[in-house]
């Protein structure tokens, strides 16, 4: 197992499930920020119903199996083992999921499939060098197909690549990931240079209430 499957197994452990339901009483729902019931779900994915999509990091799996539930073939994958075995204790059976261990760009470059939309909630859009992802997404994105994904808003001053530190014991030393911090305008830069088209970068404001962190979403097509 990679330094990296390990710290993410350690993440998983420390993260609280999903609730049974949300707000509304939904088994099932698509959340792109850090808040519960709020901003946008998956029309931002302009998916129609059979469409197939991809979750590079589907984590514990919510938002694939959401995916699912409305008539998506959805595939998540993530790199942790831990994650992913949560997922399918919880969502084993949905029709149209399908979960699979892999690394994001490894996974794209093995993989002869093409997708109508592919996505990242705080996944690995955020953890993966955008030189080496961004053009393996696009190879495998059908023309004209969406690219969304999710991420805190960069700390002022503090772009390109950062250390994440990932807690273990008191008598540990934290684990280290590498993320990938850059202002809105620079994504929509980054992502123009790499080939895509109709690209936007916004923050979407925090809810009421005393945190006051919003949500970068950013969205383009191949």
């Known amino acids: 197992?990679?330094?990296?499957?390990?710290?993410?197994?350690?993440?998983?452990?420390?993260?609280?499930?999903r609730r049974p339901v949300n707000a509304r009483g939904d088994t099932t729902w698509f959340n792109w920020t850090q808040y519960p019931d709020h901003g946008p779900g998956a029309e931002l994915l302009s998916l129609r119903p059979g469409g197939r999509a991809l979750d590079l990091g589907c984590g514990k799996g919510g938002n694939a199996a959401h995916l699912a539930a409305l008539g998506m073939?959805?595939?998540?994958?993530?790199?942790?083992?831990?994650?992913l075995s949560a997922a399918r204790e919880r969502w084993a059976g949905a029709p149209g999921l399908?979960?699979?261990?892999?690394?994001?760009?490894?996974?794209?470059?093995?993989?002869?499939?093409?997708?109508?939309?592919?996505?990242?909630?705080?996944?690995?859009?955020?953890?993966t060098d955008p030189a080496k992802l961004l053009p393996t997404v696009r190879e495998r994105l059908r023309?004209?197909?969406?690219?969304?994904?999710s991420q805190r808003p960069p700390v002022e001053g503090c772009y390109g690549c950062q250390a994440s530190y990932i807690p273990r014991g008191p008598d540990d030393d934290p684990l280290v990931?590498?993320?990938w911090d850059y202002e809105p305008d620079v994504?929509?830069?980054?992502?123009?240079?790499?080939?895509?088209?109709?690209?936007?970068?916004?923050?979407?404001a925090a809810p009421p209430g005393r945190r006051t962190v919003g949500t970068l979403i950013v969205s383009a097509r191949a």
């Open 187 to 204: 994504w929509e830069r980054v992502l123009a240079e790499h080939g895509y088209t109709d690209v936007r970068a916004t923050v979407l």
């Open 98 to 127: 399908e979960l699979h261990q892999a690394e994001a760009v490894t996974f794209l470059q093995d993989s002869a499939e093409t997708f109508d939309a592919m996505y990242s909630v705080y996944g690995a859009l955020w953890f």
């Open 73 to 83: 073939r959805a595939v998540g994958i993530d790199i942790s083992c831990a994650q």
């Open 143 to 149: 023309p004209g197909g969406r690219l969304v994904f």
């Open 177 to 179: 990931v590498k993320r």
């Open 1 to 17: 197992m990679t330094d990296t499957a390990i710290a993410w197994d350690t993440y998983a452990r420390q993260r609280p499930e």
